[in-house]
């Protein structure tokens, strides 16, 4: 069912939502947006502007790595500056009632854990942009450190216990998926009666999966998303308006 206006569309997802025991929401991209932060895809999206680089690519290249710290850097005011919106806080108001055990992201930018949720209840399969990572033996590092080792040395830094090189703890374009937040979102997916996909084009696998395998284990499924999924005709209720509109109604102090 598409919702022929706003208020119809909020009015049956309150009935959904009151209904539901576990409701495990999806978030994508769209969810950010009201908060400042571009998403990829779309037109004027980041990747309109500039070649996702490769995970081989990242490894194999120098040159790729100290762009892809530029870029990083480049960001960082728009990253720094982001605080969670109406989405983020309704979400958050769903979680501290009890009704959402966790939320599974797409997302990198650390706005759920910013607007209430625990870190362990923020299922990042796609990594967070707020922090590094080495990519040999996993040490982490800050941000400020990898921009003053930089700056000093005019070269994205490796790391200090292995000399692998250090990147964002995000995941990039052929590099695994995270095995345990993989496992933990299938085991969410199956096991709530409200699956809520919010602000994703649902065109990334495995990730667009969650919606699907939600539903088929017996949940009701809602998206919630501006332009049309390839998913609307199997959901419960799609709902193509503004999404801090939409859920700004279940913010709660």
């Known amino acids: 069912m598409i919702a022929s206006d706003l208020q119809s569309g909020v009015e049956h997802l309150g009935d959904m939502i009151a209904e539901a025991r576990v409701i495990v929401p999806f978030t994508g991209a769209g969810i950010s947006t009201e908060c400042g932060i571009p998403d990829f895809r779309s037109p004027g ?3 309109t502007r500039n070649r996702p680089i490769p995970f081989d690519e990242f490894v194999a290249s120098r040159q790729a790595r100290d762009e892809s710290w530029r870029r990083r850097f480049a960001m960082e005011e728009v990253f720094a500056a982001a605080k969670p919106g109406r989405g983020h806080r309704a979400l958050a108001s769903l979680y501290r009632a009890g009704k959402v055990p966790a939320v599974i992201t797409q997302n990198i930018d650390n706005l759920h854990q910013a607007s209430g949720f625990a870190a362990e209840h923020v299922i990042e399969l796609h990594g967070n942009t707020t922090y590094a990572r080495c990519i040999g033996c996993g040490q982490a590092y800050q941000l400020d ?8 040395e005019g070269a994205a830094p490796n790391c200090t216990a292995c000399d692998e090189p250090v990147k964002t703890a995000t995941i990039s374009f052929g590099q695994m998926m995270p095995d345990d937040e993989m496992q933990r979102a299938t ?11 919010i602000g994703s084009s649902l065109v990334v696998w495995p990730a667009a999966g969650f919606p699907m395998m939600a ?5 009701r499924l809602v998206i919630i ?10 959901a419960d209720l799609v709902i193509h308006h503004d999404i801090g509109e939409t859920l700004g109604p279940f913010v709660r102090n």
């Open 45 to 47: 999206g980041i990747w």
């Open 145 to 152: 450190w990898v921009k003053r080792r930089f700056d000093e």
């Open 187 to 197: 085991a969410l997916s199956q096991a709530c009666d409200l699956f809520i996909a």
């Open 215 to 219: 539903k088929n284990a017996g949940a």
């Open 225 to 234: 998303n501006r332009e049309p999924t390839e998913q609307d005709d199997i």
